[in-house]
């Protein structure tokens, strides 16, 4: 019997039916400009990433999908996930018969849309303890930490100028309340016996930002930055090079877990297995329901700063986020733009996805006060680009692998909760291995148990979520204005689940959005 992907099968219908027509012939013209003064009306929605990549790339077609075929593996989702995971079966299994299926373009999601950080998860290290044990935790983190320089030898070994460089995350505190927010990082890292963090005082947070709201920070040396969307479509030139048959513009339609049938609109893959890698729609699997928040991320762009970056003093390329809950996240492109972006915009009821987590005038415009107020440098500086995108929020803020019920083996992975660039490195990898069977570090690794923890039902996540989400809001302001906060405000903006946090005693810290 077949199974529908998410919905009722007449609200599928219209999805699958919606996603086609949003999914436009790939736009390679050159936006115009916006104003200083936060004029947004003639920007592009799409990312600067994908701008700058789809202009440069030769055309080469990967058609929608139109009649029946069958692969031994068919990998639904063609960002960085789907793609690492083919090209690790490929390399697993040469020969063996792949297919990707896209719904809108490669990369033309998260992976397109995101702000370029190469992360680890060494930020992340305590809750990951929480969840698979000290042993295995270092392990994974270390692991996260390899998959950054293996990110860089793949753009070297395949000629993918994806703007890779390896020049470090800072980690600061933009508020006297938020000073501190990496201890308990930094503690549970020591403890362990490793030490991935540099701790600076205020004066060179300062110096390496050029911006005095910066009041402390942490860095960390091995993260790195890319090219998001170059990243995305060398990874779709690599594969078809390969073998891979990748089909864009084809969502899926229906999903028959006893056939091992994948429908898209006007054709179907019949499979021996199937991947599911679409990040956030994996909110529409119903039993994922409650495993993954959507929830948006915005980000904006500037014109080329010329000189007055470097008079700024940012000139060592770091990537930054501060440690708001609702982070910003911010880092300069080869070109001498800034790319600034602001978590926990917009929430998604029942996983629904709408024309909001693409593009929202009146949050790119808070997000552009936002950056003006932290970075004094872009002041009268030109915005041309502003965009949206989903994160895929899980219940513990890390990602995770599992099976689907069904008789033909269904796997998938999401629940990166805004740091993907880097760690789908790793589910890839995890996935192609449980996807091929093997019995390796890979597949027995801790993160392969299926979704951690689930979220409140419908209505209580979505209503409850935004009275927790505007208490947030306030509480932050509050304090990035030296302002006390009244205690029914701090005790709601409490009430976010512990996963979306990293905790100490003075404030809670970051996570969605910097990375996909």
């Known amino acids: 019997m077949a199974v529908m992907f998410g919905w009722h099968p007449e609200v599928a219908e219209s999805v699958a039916v919606r996603m086609t027509r949003q999914a436009p012939p790939i736009d390679r013209s050159t936006p115009s400009a916006g104003s200083s003064r936060g004029n947004l009306a003639g920007l592009s929605r799409r990312s600067l990433w994908l701008h700058e990549a789809l202009t440069s790339e030769p055309p080469v077609p990967a058609p929608r999908l139109d009649g029946p075929i069958k692969a031994e593996v068919c990998v639904v989702g063609g960002g960085y996930t789907g793609l690492w995971t ?57 692991a996260s930490e390899e998959a950054v320089s293996s990110i860089g030898t793949f753009c070297d070994e395949h000629s993918v100028d994806a703007h890779f460089l390896q020049n470090g995350w800072l980690w600061t505190a933009t508020a006297t309340a938020h000073l501190d927010s990496w201890r308990t990082a930094q503690d549970t890292c020591e403890r362990l016996g490793v030490h991935p963090f540099q701790e600076l005082d205020a004066q060179e947070v300062i110096r390496r930002t050029g911006s005095a709201a910066h009041l402390g920070g942490i860095f960390e040396p091995a993260a790195a930055t890319v090219q998001p969307a170059l990243l995305a479509r060398g990874m779709r030139r690599v594969a078809l090079q390969r073998g891979i048959r990748i089909f864009e513009h084809s969502p899926m339609k229906h999903l028959d877990r006893q056939a091992g049938v994948v429908e898209t609109v ?34 904006v762009a500037t014109a080329p700063l010329g000189d007055a970056l470097a008079r700024s003093g940012w000139t060592g390329g770091e990537s930054i986020s501060n440690s708001r809950m609702m982070v910003h996240y911010y880092r300069t492109t080869r070109d001498g733009r800034i790319a600034f972006g602001r978590g926990g915009g917009s929430l998604a009821y029942g996983g629904r996805i709408g024309h909001r987590f693409d593009y929202d005038v009146k949050r790119s415009r808070e997000v552009i006060h936002d950056m003006r107020r932290l970075l004094p440098v872009t002041h009268g500086v030109d915005v041309t680009h502003a965009w949206s995108g989903a994160v895929d929020r899980s219940a513990d803020g890390l990602p995770f692998v599992g099976r689907l019920n069904g008789r033909v083996p269904i796997w998938y992975g999401g629940g990166y909760s805004g740091n993907g660039v880097g760690p789908s490195y790793a589910i890839g990898r995890i996935l192609a291995s449980v996807a091929l069977g093997r019995k390796d570090e890979w597949a027995s690794c801790g993160l392969v148990r299926g979704a951690p923890g689930m979220l409140p039902a419908e209505p209580f996540r979505y209503f409850g979520g935004q009275v927790v989400r505007r208490a947030v809001a306030c509480k932050e302001a509050r304090e990035e204005a030296e302002l006390p906060v009244d205690p029914v405000t701090r005790f709601v903006a409490g009430l976010v689940p512990a996963g979306f946090t990293r905790v100490n005693v003075r404030s809670s810290n970051p996570g969605l959005g910097a990375d996909g």
């Open 86 to 142: 083919a090209l690790r079966i490929s390399e697993l299994a040469p020969g063996a018969s792949i297919v990707v299926l896209e719904a809108d373009i490669c990369g033309g999601a998260a992976s397109g849309r995101n702000g370029g950080f190469v992360d680890t998860w060494w930020a992340k290290i305590a809750s990951r303890v929480k969840r698979v044990g000290e042993h295995e935790a270092v392990w994974l983190a270390k």
């Open 266 to 299: 006007l054709g179907r893959v019949q499979a021996d297995t199937i991947v599911l890698a679409t990040n956030v729609w994996l909110a529409n699997v119903p039993e994922l329901t409650r495993a993954i928040m959507p929830i948006s991320s915005d980000v």
